[in-house]
């Protein structure tokens, strides 16, 4: 790529993650995620060239064999044409605190075509099971000319409601052993599901799990005019098996959205809801300076001795905070 004269770093940084080169993507989402120079300066130059993308969250317990359909389903948009990018948001690793790389391990004969692009992101603590970063990559991955972004996450229960702000299609994948689909109605992953994926569906007892959930779901239907009422997909990842269904599937739930007008009404959930998480995250690092974390100490040992309440020395605080603004 030529470079003009009169362009700066970013210029260049921003135009090499238009034109797709994978070097600049994979080095602008470690600057992201660590908030490395002008990262946000970058996002900013980036966002206009967002929206293209179909995001399809990928969620479900551990053992549901949730990278082995990733993988396959990576095969199938890959060969329909599309340009596939993947977050597999990995647990935090206790000793480097970076990401546990089993899924690019399992993921690598895709990842080498050119058109696949995958990345593994510690969840670094975060309660949704998602990098606090990982929309921002979509983002930057969007700009690159990725159409699909598949991003799986860990197995984490309840807390995997995340996902669901983040995807514009949710795919939970349960497995017929287990109680699967009633441990999926308790931990809320029913709410959340725009679709089901029964995988491992060649074991004893798929017909009867996929029975199960089906009858679930028809419980929770309201009939409401224009909802969209999940289905049952039953898949072997190994296999392959039932891949082209789910994938058909998720083209049957975008479309629905789009004719109901949902799509846009879902994305603009996303982006209010992420504005409101960036101003809470940017106002929780401003507030907590080295003088208010000491006066918080000094106050502490009152709060262990019962004589005033952690209300009452948080009410104090930013009652402090305000006087000062």
């Known amino acids: 790529m030529s470079q003009h004269p009169s362009e700066s770093p970013l210029d260049i940084r921003v135009s090499a993650i238009l034109a797709g080169d994978r070097l600049a993507v994979?080095?602008?989402i470690t600057q992201i995620e660590n908030e490395r120079g002008n990262w946000k300066d970058l996002l900013s130059r980036l966002y206009p060239h967002t929206g293209r993308a179909y995001r399809i969250g990928i969620t479900g317990p551990p053992g549901a064999g949730k990278s082995t359909l990733t993988q396959r389903l990576i095969a199938?948009?890959?060969t329909a044409g599309h340009r596939v990018a993947v977050i597999a948001v990995d647990p935090t690793s206790p000793f480097t605190g970076g990401a546990i790389l089993g899924d690019r391990v399992r993921m690598q004969s895709e990842s080498m075509h050119k058109n696949v692009f995958i990345r593994s992101m510690a969840t670094r603590g975060s309660l949704g099971g998602l990098n606090t970063k990982a929309q921002d990559v979509c983002d930057l991955l969007d700009a690159a000319g990725f159409d699909i972004i598949l991003i799986e996450t860990v197995g984490v229960g309840q807390s995997e409601l995340d996902i669901a702000r983040t995807a514009d299609t949710t795919v939970v994948v349960l497995v017929p052993e287990s109680g699967d689909s009633i441990q999926a109605m308790k931990s809320g992953l029913m709410e959340i599901a725009d679709l089901f994926v029964l995988n491992k569906a060649d074991r004893d007892g798929a017909d009867q799990a996929v029975g199960a959930l089906k009858m679930?779901?028809?419980?929770r239907v309201t009939h409401a005019e224009g909802e969209w009422i999940p289905d049952v997909v039953k898949a072997v990842g190994t296999t392959g098996e039932g891949v082209a269904e789910l994938a058909a599937t998720v083209t049957a739930h975008r479309e629905h959205m789009i004719a109901q007008g949902t799509l846009e009404h879902r994305r603009a959930h996303r982006e209010r809801d992420r504005v409101r998480e960036i101003v809470?995250?940017?106002l929780r690092h401003s507030f907590w300076t080295?003088?208010?974390?000491?006066?918080?100490?000094?106050?502490?040992?009152r709060v262990l001795a019962r004589e005033?309440?952690?209300m009452e020395v948080a009410d104090a605080l930013i009652e402090r905070a305000e006087q000062l603004t």
Not at 216 to 219: D, S, V
Not at 290 to 301: C, G, V, W
């Open 216 to 219: 679930i779901l028809l419980l």
């Open 26 to 28: 994979t080095r602008s």
């Open 308 to 310: 005033i309440s952690p």
């Open 290 to 301: 080295a003088e208010r974390l000491a006066e918080l100490d000094r106050r502490l040992p």
């Open 280 to 282: 809470e995250d940017q």
């Open 76 to 78: 199938h948009y890959r």
